[in-house]
């Protein structure tokens, strides 16, 4: 499966960006997908993952805040993220592994898009 996001931008604190990961070569119901993001200087961390059964996790930094969600039928991931805050400016990347576990160790996934920036300003 080949991922592209979209939907990165630049936005204040407090606003609303919604991330986009169109899959293609196969159904992304059919794997275990995550978001991650990675600051300058900074690991990849996750963000939010869903597996194929549809169970959602959250990082505790963005839990209340993130919604990750999947529509089958546009074989897409989405990421809307409310109230962002400054700490959430990152690159930010779709993955995706063929496995029942949504894995949090990036390490765990062999499908990545290219990435799109997210900037927070205050």
């Known amino acids: 499966v080949q991922l592209v996001e979209s939907g990165g931008g630049s936005v204040k604190a407090g606003g609303s960006l919604r991330l986009s990961c169109a899959a293609s070569?196969?159904?992304?119901?059919?794997?275990?997908v995550a978001w991650f993001r990675q600051a300058p200087g900074n690991e990849r961390e996750d963000v939010a993952r869903i597996n194929q059964g549809g169970f959602t996790i959250y990082a505790d930094s963005v839990k209340g805040r993130f919604t990750i969600s999947r529509d089958n039928a546009k074989n897409t991931l989405y990421l809307q993220m409310n109230s962002l805050k400054p700490e959430d400016t990152a690159m930010y990347y779709c993955a995706a592994r063929k496995n029942s576990y949504a894995a949090r160790d990036p390490s765990q996934y062999n499908l990545w898009g290219q990435g799109t920036q997210v900037t927070v300003s205050s």
């Open positions: 070569g196969d159904t992304i119901s059919t794997y275990s």
